[in-house]
């Protein structure tokens, strides 16, 4: 493309229409021609005495932004600059009268990602693409989240983060539900999500779809404040080879290699391999917080594709070495807790299988099936679990105007915890089955009013039957105009540990004036309950869309939610012991007894002033009040950061170099914390930029830097254990190769 | 009269007569509008609703109607660039583009044309259609096997035909040779 800048001019002789079509062929095999074909046809490039002048395609765009950025005070006319953004006019109509074998010899320009049309779904839904994640730089799924309007994403360490939508973040957040290709990533132990092993080669992400508010009646229990759906490539698109090499002070090094291709007439098939060493941060106290950590990966999809069936099967297996600090409660004085560097080993894999049938153009069903293993030894939990689930699902066109969904489902879930000091779980082994059915109507009442209303009806072991009904309306005005609102009710089921652990919070120390004036440690214990119950969500929502032309596109969600039966604790009678040598047990056992509400919105706009310039914006804001404002409640909900911006801006600066940057601000956040109170966290502002050159058609090579605008910074801290690290600048240069 | 920066031959009048801040409007309208003063170049799905419209001049439907209908599965972007086209004819036959709402509605169409991203929608489109004469058009790599017609595929920045003749027969539809001698045949 090294003609791109050339600008041609030329004198177009004989302008009549069989000269046309001589042109037409001489001129074919140059990229320009087209363009020269049509500007000549239409005739609006040239001049009375048929002179034309074709700009550069692909002009040097930086100078026109910098004027346009840092200069606007001087009068400046940019008039070959703004000509150049391409090609005026139509030259649609131009491509409509060349034959195929033209048409057929052009090159596809693939401009950068328009606008999309608006989602016709009534939920605040948001979704990253594919090109969101290569523009993005980022190298970890919970890194690319931080692109959606109202999650709160917090790294806690280099290994850690605390991920949620719509407040109540912690490492172990329990009212997000995260699926990888239909197969639940959310841990039934302590609850939350372990984001450190979730991972896939990132280039072959389709897309993620982040919905946020109750999703249960479709996706399932604990989908309470929202849904992210992680939607891997289908193996037909990922043919051919991609290898994947990087390095920086953080991202130490990386490795990914993936080769796909048609291994039958209908079957396609992938195999990648993946490897990261990221580096430590440092302690908010000074010194290194040891929390490297390394990670490989591996894994295939294969997907078959018959005219009425399709058949996947996917697979992945990891190992994992993280490193800790971890300060743990201990019966040793003088300080009664000790600080370790914990050597943590994961591992895990899972096989997936479904199978799509189309019945007639009115029916289609879906069996689902996957196995899933893991481990990870750490020194206060060694955790074994095997998940095995099962779902069915059958949607019907009932009539033209009544669209029908029901499914079934089954889990079962068998565990294993070695003894702990810290963390005891007691059955050390279990197994526990669930059943789950919904089913799901959406109504055309008008051409473009839709109604939405199904219910999700679950059995558990534990807390017998729970019903999660919604209501949902799309109403739209138009293209341009969309409003929804939706009611819900979604649950949150308690965890393993929450019925079956006895938690060691802290140890007071003996002799401490009004604190512990027995001369016996005392040791906090947070106790599991049979008797705790799932918590409670009714929601309600309302959602405005507007797409005013093709440049922009707005986004407006607003909620109110309404929590009951919280998780608190309640103190429970002391257990002394009958010798001096034991220490004194204070248990609190965990209830339900708080409610809360939380109300907010969030914002999100795309705007394309240019082709080649593309700006996301979000804004969040939310506020939670917790109905019985004690001391606990406090420290166990502490407050998400009230305000969040988000602003990325993507820019080709030529057909083969892109720059990207991209701002946040997160403002004060209060972490829930086992501490006396809550955990302060300042506000922050971060800045993200990468460069991305394309040197050949199949070779990529991007210049990344993360946090660019300081050295340290805390976004969060942990509930308990891990004390508190400061996120460093990161550097890294990537090479991607297709082949 | 688009608004276009060219003010160079009488730069220095305006200069003089009129406010700064409107002199540099033309500029700010074209950084910040684009649509209102250039138009988008030809993409993608320009040339490709180009290339079906060609497709499409070379196939003969088994009884022909007064117009061909030619349905769209895709978003809007994708909708509007085939509706650019929607004056054209075909043997002095109108074209009328339809998006499609509902797949039991396919089977009335000459041409439909599925964008990528909707490979989930691939097994009830061909419930829908059965053997019915519809000249179906992809661009996603294994259309072609689970029984679509003709895929548009890049490769190197341009696209192949690739042509799966068995499906054209069975629907009792005929592509012309010339058409099939620019194409790669696939079983």
């Given at each position: 493309?090294?003609?791109?800048?050339?600008?041609?001019?030329?004198?177009?002789?004989?302008?009549?229409?069989?000269?046309?079509?001589?042109?037409?062929?001489?001129?074919s095999?140059?990229?320009?021609?087209?363009?020269?074909?049509?500007?000549?046809?239409?005739?609006?490039?040239?001049?009375?005495?048929?002179?034309?002048?074709?700009?550069?395609?692909?002009?040097?765009?930086?100078?026109?932004?910098?004027?346009?950025?840092?200069?606007?005070?001087?009068?400046?006319?940019?008039?070959?600059?703004?000509?150049?953004?391409?090609?005026?006019?139509?030259?649609?109509?131009?491509?409509?009268?060349?034959?195929?074998?033209?048409?057929?010899?052009?090159?596809?320009?693939?401009?950068?990602?328009?606008?999309?049309?608006?989602?016709?779904?009534?939920?605040?839904?948001?979704?990253?693409?594919?090109?969101?994640?290569?523009?993005?730089?980022?190298?970890?799924?919970?890194?690319a989240?931080?692109?959606?309007?109202?999650?709160?994403?917090?790294?806690?360490?280099?290994?850690?983060?605390?991920?949620?939508?719509?407040?109540?973040?912690?490492?172990?957040?329990?009212?997000?539900?995260?699926?990888?290709d239909?197969?639940?990533?959310?841990?039934?132990?302590?609850?939350?999500?372990?984001?450190?092993?979730?991972?896939?080669?990132?280039?072959?992400?389709?897309?993620?779809?982040?919905?946020?508010?109750?999703?249960?009646?479709?996706?399932?229990?604990?989908?309470?404040?929202?849904?992210?759906?992680?939607?891997?490539?289908?193996?037909?698109?990922?043919?051919?080879?991609?290898?994947?090499?990087?390095?920086?002070n953080?991202?130490?090094?990386?490795?990914?290699?993936?080769?796909?291709?048609?291994?039958?007439?209908?079957?396609?098939?992938?195999?990648?391999?993946?490897?990261?060493?990221?580096?430590?941060?440092?302690?908010?106290?000074?010194?290194?917080?040891?929390?490297?950590?390394?990670?490989?990966?591996?894994?295939?999809?294969?997907?078959?594709?018959?005219?009425?069936d399709?058949?996947?099967?996917?697979?992945?297996?990891?190992?994992?070495?993280?490193?800790?600090?971890?300060?743990?409660?201990?019966?040793?004085?003088?300080?009664?807790?000790?600080?370790?560097?914990?050597?943590?080993?994961?591992?895990?894999?899972?096989?997936?299988?479904?199978?799509?049938?189309?019945?007639?153009?009115?029916?289609?069903?879906?069996?689902?099936?996957?196995?899933?293993?893991?481990?990870?030894?750490?020194?206060?939990?060694?955790?074994?679990?095997?998940?095995?689930?099962?779902?069915?699902?059958?949607?019907?066109?009932?009539?033209?105007?009544?669209?029908?969904?029901?499914?079934?489902?089954?889990?079962?879930?068998r565990?294993?915890?070695?003894?702990?000091?810290?963390a005891?779980?007691?059955?050390?082994?279990?197994?526990?089955?669930?059943?789950?059915?919904?089913?799901?109507?959406?109504?055309?009442?008008?051409?473009?009013?839709?109604?939405?209303?199904?219910?999700?009806?679950?059995?558990?072991?534990?807390?017998?039957?729970?019903?999660?009904?919604?209501?949902?309306?799309?109403?739209?005005?138009?293209?341009?105009?969309?409003?929804?609102?939706?009611?819900?009710?979604?649950?949150?089921?308690?965890?393993?540990?929450?019925?079956?652990?006895?938690?060691?919070?802290?140890?007071?120390?003996?002799?401490?004036?009004?604190?512990?004036?027995l001369?016996?440690?005392?040791?906090?214990?947070?106790?599991?309950?049979?008797?705790?119950k799932?918590?409670d969500?009714?929601?309600?929502?309302?959602?405005?869309?507007?797409?005013?032309?093709?440049?922009?596109?707005?986004?407006?969600?607003?909620?109110?939610?309404?929590?009951?039966?919280?998780?608190?604790?309640?103190?429970?009678?002391?257990?002394?012991?009958?010798?001096?040598?034991?220490?004194?047990?204070?248990?609190?056992?965990?209830?339900?007894?708080?409610?809360?509400?939380?109300?907010?919105?969030?914002?999100?706009?795309?705007?394309?002033?240019?082709?080649?310039w593309?700006?996301?914006?979000?804004?969040?804001?939310?506020?939670?009040?917790?109905?019985?404002?004690?001391?606990?409640?406090?420290?166990?909900?502490?407050?998400?950061?009230?305000?969040?911006?988000?602003?990325?801006?993507?820019?080709?600066?030529?057909?083969?170099?892109?720059?990207?940057?991209?701002?946040?601000?997160?403002?004060?956040?209060?972490?829930?914390?086992?501490?006396p109170?809550?955990?302060?966290i300042d506000?922050?502002?971060?800045?993200?930029?990468?460069?991305v050159?394309?040197?050949?058609?199949?070779?990529?090579?991007?210049?990344?830097?993360?946090?660019?605008?300081?050295?340290?910074?805390?976004?969060?801290?942990?509930?308990?254990?891990?004390?508190?690290?400061?996120?460093?600048?990161?550097?890294?240069?990537?090479?991607?190769?297709?082949? | 009269?688009?608004?276009?920066?060219?003010?160079?031959?009488?730069?220095?009048?305006?200069?003089?007569?009129?406010?700064?801040?409107?002199?540099?409007?033309?500029?700010?309208?074209?950084?910040?509008?684009?649509?209102?003063?250039?138009?988008q170049?030809?993409?993608?799905?320009?040339?490709?609703?180009?290339l079906s419209?060609?497709?499409?001049?070379?196939?003969?439907?088994?009884?022909?109607?007064?117009?061909?209908?030619?349905?769209?599965?895709?978003?809007?972007?994708?909708?509007?660039?085939?509706?650019?086209?929607?004056?054209?004819?075909?043997?002095?036959?109108?074209?009328?583009?339809?998006?499609?709402?509902?797949?039991?509605?396919?089977?009335?169409?000459?041409?439909?044309?599925?964008?990528?991203?909707?490979?989930?929608?691939l097994?009830?489109?061909?419930?829908?259609?059965?053997?019915?004469?519809?000249?179906?058009?992809?661009?996603?790599?294994?259309?072609?096997?689970?029984?679509?017609?003709?895929?548009?595929?890049?490769?190197?920045?341009?696209?192949?035909?690739?042509?799966?003749?068995?499906?054209?027969?069975?629907?009792?539809?005929?592509?012309?040779?010339?058409?099939?001698?620019?194409?790669?045949?696939?079983?």
């Open positions: 493309m090294a003609d791109n800048s050339r600008v041609i001019q030329g004198r177009i002789l004989t302008p009549k229409a069989e000269s046309a079509t001589k042109l037409q062929w001489v001129l095999h140059n990229p320009e021609a087209n363009d020269i074909l049509a500007s000549w046809i239409r005739k609006r490039a040239i001049d009375h005495r048929g002179l034309f002048t074709m700009p550069p395609k692909h002009p040097n765009r930086l100078p026109t932004l910098l004027v346009s950025l840092i200069l606007p005070m001087v009068f400046l006319c940019p008039g070959h600059q703004s000509r150049a953004s391409e090609p005026v006019g139509d030259t649609y109509r131009e491509i409509l009268n060349l034959g195929l074998e033209d048409l057929l010899d052009m090159e596809v320009t693939s401009v950068s990602k328009k606008i999309q049309p608006l989602s016709s779904s009534p939920a605040a839904i948001h979704v990253i693409s594919e090109r969101d994640i290569r523009q993005s730089g980022v190298t970890t799924i919970p890194e989240l931080r692109m959606v309007p109202g999650l709160q994403v917090a790294r806690i360490d280099s290994n850690k983060w605390a991920i949620t939508s719509r407040g109540f973040n912690g490492r172990f957040s329990n009212k997000l539900l995260v699926l990888i239909g197969r639940s990533v959310y841990s039934p132990s302590f609850s939350g999500v372990y984001w450190e092993i979730q991972d896939t080669l990132l280039e072959d992400i389709e897309r993620i779809e982040v919905i946020r508010g109750p999703g249960a009646t479709l996706w399932g229990t604990n989908a309470v404040n929202g849904v992210i759906n992680i939607v891997t490539k289908h193996s037909a698109d990922t043919a051919g080879g991609l290898a994947v090499v990087g390095a920086g953080q991202e130490q090094h990386m490795g990914g290699l993936r080769y796909g291709g048609a291994i039958g007439d209908n079957t396609y098939a992938r195999v990648y391999v993946k490897e990261n060493q990221r580096g430590a941060f440092d302690l908010l106290a000074g010194g290194d917080a040891n929390d490297d950590w390394s990670m490989h990966r591996g894994g295939l999809r294969v997907d078959s594709q018959l005219a009425r399709s058949f996947t099967l996917q697979g992945d297996i990891y190992r994992g070495n993280i490193n800790q600090t971890l300060t743990l409660p201990s019966l040793t004085g003088p300080f009664f807790q000790e600080t370790f560097i914990d050597h943590v080993d994961v591992s895990g894999w899972h096989l997936l299988t479904r199978w799509k049938h189309t019945v007639s153009a009115t029916s289609e069903f879906e069996l689902q099936a996957y196995y899933d293993y893991t481990h990870r030894d750490e020194i206060f939990a060694d955790e074994t679990r095997k998940t095995f689930d099962l779902d069915f699902q059958h949607r019907i066109l009932l009539t033209d105007n009544h669209d029908f969904l029901w499914g079934v489902g089954f889990r079962n879930v565990d294993h915890y070695a003894p702990s000091f810290v005891p779980i007691f059955p050390t082994a279990n197994s526990i089955d669930s059943y789950t059915g919904f089913l799901q109507s959406e109504i055309a009442l008008r051409d473009n009013i839709a109604l939405t209303l199904g219910s999700k009806i679950e059995y558990l072991e534990h807390t017998g039957l729970e019903i999660q009904p919604n209501l949902r309306v799309m109403w739209s005005l138009s293209d341009q105009h969309k409003l929804w609102a939706s009611v819900s009710r979604a649950v949150r089921t308690p965890s393993r540990a929450e019925h079956d652990a006895r938690f060691l919070a802290s140890v007071i120390p003996p002799l401490l004036p009004e604190i512990n004036p001369p016996l440690p005392v040791m906090v214990i947070f106790a599991g309950s049979e008797n705790f799932p918590e969500l009714t929601a309600f929502e309302v959602g405005y869309r507007l797409l005013p032309g093709k440049h922009f596109s707005l986004d407006i969600a607003a909620f109110y939610n309404d929590y009951n039966q919280l998780r608190g604790v309640r103190a429970g009678e002391n257990e002394i012991p009958g010798s001096l040598d034991q220490p004194i047990i204070q248990p609190y056992y965990i209830d339900n007894q708080y409610s809360g509400a939380t109300r907010g919105y969030e914002v999100s706009a795309v705007w394309q002033p240019q082709e080649w593309r700006l996301d914006f979000s804004y969040s804001y939310i506020d939670l009040t917790i109905d019985r404002d004690d001391h606990f409640s406090e420290t166990q909900f502490g407050h998400p950061p009230r305000h969040q911006v988000s602003l990325r801006s993507t820019i080709k600066l030529d057909a083969n170099i892109d720059l990207n940057l991209w701002g946040r601000y997160v403002s004060n956040t209060k972490a829930s914390y086992t501490g109170l809550p955990y302060e506000a922050y502002t971060t800045l993200d930029a990468n460069v050159w394309r040197p050949a058609r199949n070779l990529e090579i991007a210049l990344v830097g993360q946090n660019l605008l300081d050295n340290r910074h805390t976004e969060f801290v942990a509930e308990a254990f891990i004390p508190e690290t400061e996120i460093k600048r990161s550097l890294y240069i990537k090479i991607q190769m297709t082949f | 009269m688009p608004i276009h920066c060219h003010l160079r031959v009488s730069e220095r009048e305006l200069f003089r007569k009129t406010p700064l801040w409107l002199l540099y409007l033309p500029f700010a309208l074209n950084v910040f509008f684009p649509g209102v003063v250039a138009a170049t030809a993409d993608e799905y320009q040339i490709k609703a180009a419209y060609n497709i499409a001049r070379y196939t003969s439907w088994p009884s022909e109607n007064q117009v061909v209908r030619f349905c769209i599965v895709g978003n809007s972007a994708v909708l509007n660039a085939f509706k650019t086209f929607e004056q054209k004819q075909i043997e002095s036959r109108h074209l009328i583009i339809l998006h499609v709402t509902k797949i039991t509605d396919t089977s009335s169409c000459q041409v439909l044309f599925i964008s990528k991203g909707n490979r989930d929608l097994p009830r489109i061909n419930a829908a259609i059965g053997t019915n004469p519809v000249l179906t058009i992809s661009e996603m790599p294994g259309f072609n096997e689970s029984g679509g017609m003709v895929n548009l595929l890049t490769k190197d920045d341009k696209i192949t035909l690739y042509i799966n003749q068995s499906a054209v027969v069975k629907s009792k539809l005929k592509i012309s040779s010339k058409l099939l001698r620019l194409a790669e045949l696939v079983e």
